[in-house]
């Protein structure tokens, strides 16, 4: 029998944590497959871990303190799932994606066409169906409408991602460096580097609605003083993050040139605005 560790971090998103839970529970009965979750509780204060445990009593709870945000929240459960087995898969899960019933059949049946050795994403699109919202990236950041195929993709975000063992031991857990965003595309660069294929999964796979789309810290109608601030939050754009994935992946000059951009834009953000 196979096993999957499924991984989540969750803040305060009490009402989405608790249905994303649900769907999760009812995709399609797998054989000859043991599942298991690991859940960050970063600091929850809205009664999210008391929620699920009297809902989902198996879901195993890691206390976090409040500062982890997405990526180090994604990353303590991951550390602590491969601390306790070395599971043949891993999947990281978004606390507000609401996944379809055959989301963890159609993984598993295209990790198996690879031969368990590349990475799997799944697409997303919104509650109203209008618009795919997240999943796998080509090199110009698009993600490729889901054809019933695989897709390549060169990086991807972290809403619905399958790791085999396989990759696992080469790549490793998430980069504790980054607080929140820019873990997931961190990883698939990393892919890229170590000669690991990453496919998006021809269908999708669930439900995000698309967050905010002009952040705070570039938005020209919030006073400078608070753009500044929301600037350097670990889930706004923290330039010295921006900076370290930029120069790991794209070298030196770019990595100083978005640095400097980062800044002019937050302090004169009516320049972008088309």
Sequence with gaps: ????????????????????????????????????????????????PEAIKKQYPKVIIIKGDGNLFWNRGMYTAWKKAAETKDYDFYLWLNDDTFTYPNMLASLLKSSKSKNDKAIIVGATQSVNHNKITYGGRLDNGKIPIPNGTLTEVTHFNGNIVLIPQYVYHILGN????????????????RAQKKGIKMFQVGEVLGECDLHETLDKWCDP????KQRWKALHRPNGMPPKETFHLEKRHYGLITALFHYCTIYLRCIFPQIWIK
């Design 1 to 48: 029998m196979q096993t999957i560790a499924i991984l989540l971090t969750v803040y305060n998103r009490k009402k989405e944590t608790l249905s994303c839970l649900d769907y999760l529970y009812k995709q399609q009965s797998l054989t000859d497959y043991s599942i298991d979750i690991y859940l960050t509780n970063d600091g929850c204060t809205d009664g999210t």
């Design 174 to 189: 998430l980069d504790y460096y980054f607080t929140h965003s820019k873990g997931d595309f961190d990883y698939g660069l």
């Design 221 to 224: 109608d919030i006073p400078f």
